[in-house]
């Protein structure tokens, strides 16, 4: 069964920095498109990014250009490096991985990302 576990979240200050980190276990992870999403408080789940078995990726408008997906599949891992975060950006943040042959998908427990001064 496919698990996932994010780390990395936390309270920063507007304009700083913040890497997420994705644990994938339980299945080989180079049959997993990944990506993460993210819910505000009384919004719905939207994408963040993704990134495909073949390293291409895809931005939602409102994080391109200051966020940047990559993924480690020696490590099992997928990363999200948050810059030039903005209260806008606080959410919890949750790692995805979709099975290519069924497009089943998988999701993290989440991580809070708080963006305050």
């Known amino acids: 069964q496919v698990q996932l576990v994010e780390s990395g979240g936390g309270l920063v200050q507007p304009g700083g920095s913040l890497r997420l980190s994705c644990t994938f276990s339980g299945s080989d992870i180079n049959s997993y498109h990944l990506g993460w999403y993210r819910q505000a408080p009384g919004k719905e789940r939207e994408l963040v990014a993704t990134?495909?078995?073949?390293?291409?990726?895809n931005y939602a408008g409102a994080v391109k250009g200051r966020f940047s997906i990559s993924r480690d599949n020696t490590r099992n891992k997928v990363y999200l490096q948050m810059n030039s975060l903005s209260p806008e950006d606080t959410a919890v943040y949750y790692c995805n991985a979709q099975y290519i042959w069924s497009l089943m998908d998988y999701w993290g427990q989440g991580t809070q990302v708080t963006v305050s001064s």
């Open positions: 990134q495909s078995t073949g390293g291409n990726t």
